[in-house]
């Protein structure tokens, strides 16, 4: 009877280890305090690419080039050399600005920074850190093994390996605040941000920057409205433009429980190759799937105990039997 | 006296040396890459991060290492002793199959000279699905050596070391069966983090690891008929049908769980009208459905069942299902978003197959040197 007891106790533990009730689901984690961001408009962006020479400038990286051109950086999406980048939708005959029809618009694709990021989830040697204070997330390759789990578990395809190099690594855009840069730590903003002629791309708080995005989704197509460039806490000579038809949906407000850095458009963003997401982020349900089962180590720990128990006896068994082993 | 006898034939056969021919060619493949880079010999790209060196060699491979696994929770933890003459040699393929596991993650493991990374504490990150999977498969391959080191005893005539070794060895044969369970488990749970990368039909959130563990253990007693069958035919010894027909019964069992969950949850997520959209995830998954309700029909039967030959078809095919569910939802579905394409170059291809030859010749070096088939009776 004891026997039987423990013997479903070690298949019970066991089969609970692969079975999931998720007790304590985990919800969506939620935006530092006084997490900083950017704000990219996509109907201001002229696709100069400033942004992604600085950008380039700022991290040491070398400019991309593709094919006979030497002229000019031709990077068309992240690398390992290339951090930001700036895409472009077209359709049709593509004359129109900020048109879905016979239309073109920008979008810029680097480090969206999540509230609740994939790729720090994913991480097994917590090389991949969100800071507590400003949300910022940052690579760090001195505990890198490489097996590129945040690659796959960034939903935006963001961090990016040298594989061309033997000794390698993972780089991502860390909001120009990595060991050695420190801009937004010394007061500064991002360098894309600096240069962005338009005031496209916008640096602030998360808290300003959803509040900002969320006045232009109010205004009137058509009325003049004065575009902070640069920093949105402290708005020098602003860009003076009409405002275009935007879509109501600030990207990453809450997609995959929201992104610090954020943005808007006239464009819808599936068409700006933007990822189908639900609100839920995969981290937290990854996440509350493992705590489930590995709870303090108690269901293995258990299932181990009855495991030892049954199998202590049945080998006993087979000595009585006199079987061999 | 031991019941089990090397086979004492010569290692060096013309299969043999054909297995080496291809180890040779993955070989050069292998220092190329630790030569110049992954980006010289993989097709591996900024979507793609993950092709067959981690979807095969170490998602799909350990499964196939299952069959020390399965029969040890069959024979230790049911009790089913008339199974333990298949332990041995199903434990040798497990090690083997988990220690190329980990040497193809080697190869994919982007800064190589930091992989000591993983097993520094204050590195650790318990959210992360990744960290279960590395130290825990880590741990395996060392319960699996000491789960052999029997065999190597014997052949060395340690029978003092052999004796201490009996003592403690239920403690390593219940971790054997709890490590598994855990990592195989969470190689399904990778998937979640992945998220809408995954096909829908494949990602099936809270119930990937179920159903990981589900194709563990059938792709684990599957591998156990193959390997009992082919060194019937192989070696010319006498035939193990009988055993092996009971074990196509717990595969009956196994399936069927597996097929209802699989249905159950899709049905339950609403994603039942996907599988019949004529699209190739849906013709993928109708294939993998047909592999998995085949040797179902075919074990059903005992006349079937203890029929070598139809056994051996039956195992198979339960290989192939088990394999294509997870090269499903790793790579051939699996989506990044515009712009990303992958198929595996021809020096990635040979440095996996050069590790299943190694592999191979491993396995068909040691059975014939070390006490590892069981003792025939009638020999
Ligand atoms: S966008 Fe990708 S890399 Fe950036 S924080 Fe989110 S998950 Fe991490
Ligand atoms: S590649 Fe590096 S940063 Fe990315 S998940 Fe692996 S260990 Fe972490
Ligand atoms: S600098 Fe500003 S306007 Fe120019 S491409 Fe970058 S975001 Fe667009």
Known sequence: ?325 | MSGHKALNSRIITPPFLFLALILLIGGYFGVQRFMEGMGAVSNLNGGFSWGIWVVYDVVVGTAFACGGYALAFTVYVFNKGKYHPLVRPAVLASLLGYAMGGFGAFFDMGRFWQFYEIFLPWNWNFNSVMLEVGLCVAAYILILIIEFAPAFLERIGQKKLLKVLNKVLFLFIALGVLLPTMHQSSLGSLLIAMGHKVHPLWQTLHFQPLLAILTALTMGFSIVIFEASFSTVGFRRSSETDLLAGLGKVIVGLIAVFLAARLVILALQGKLGLIFTGDFASLMFLLELALFIIPLVILLSPQRRNRGGTLLIAAVCMLFAGSLYRFNAFLFTYDPGPGFSYFPSVPEIMITLGIIALELMVYLAVVKRLPVLHREEHA
């Open chain 1, 1 to 325: 009877m004891k026997r039987r007891d423990f013997l479903k106790a070690a298949v019970g533990g066991a089969t609970t280890l692969c079975t999931v009730g998720v007790a304590e689901a985990r919800p969506n984690l939620e935006p530092t305090e006084n997490a900083v961001g950017m704000l990219y408009d996509s109907t201001l962006c002229i696709g100069c690419k400033a942004c992604v020479s600085k950008c380039k400038e700022v991290n040491d990286m070398p400019p991309t080039m593709e094919g006979d051109n030497t002229t000019w950086d031709s990077a068309h999406d992240l690398s390992g050399e290339t951090l930001n980048v700036i895409k472009i939708y077209k359709d049709g005959t593509a004359r129109v600005k900020d048109s879905v029809v016979d239309g073109f618009a920008f979008e810029k694709r680097s480090c969206m920074h999540c509230v609740d990021p994939g790729c720090v989830s994913a991480c097994p040697c917590t090389a991949m850190r969100r800071d507590s204070l400003t949300g910022i997330v940052t690579h760090h390759a001195d505990a890198c093994i490489g097996c590129r789990n945040c690659m796959v578990a960034c939903p935006y395809n963001v961090p990016q390996f040298e594989y061309n190099k033997l000794f390698g690594q993972i780089h991502k855009c860390q909001m120009c605040n990595q060991a050695g840069v420190e801009r937004i730590s010394k007061g500064g903003m991002t360098g894309c941000a600096e240069v962005c002629p338009t005031g496209a791309t916008l640096f602030g708080t998360r808290k300003d920057l959803l509040a900002e995005a969320k006045r232009r989704m109010t205004l009137q197509a058509g009325e003049v409205y004065s575009y902070p460039r640069g920093n949105l806490s402290d708005p020098f000579h602003p860009h003076e433009k009409a405002v275009p038809h935007y879509r109501n949906h600030i990207w990453g407000e809450k997609e995959a429980g929201g992104t610090n850095v954020m943005h808007i458009s006239s464009v819808p963003f599936d068409r700006l190759g933007m990822p189908p997401l639900e609100e839920r982020s995969a981290a937290s349900i990854a996440e509350s799937v493992q705590h489930t089962i590995y709870n303090y180590m108690a269901l293995p720990a258990i299932a181990l105990a009855g495991l030892t128990f049954a199998v202590r006896r049945n080998t006993e068994d087979d000595d009585h039997e006199g079987g061999e082993s």
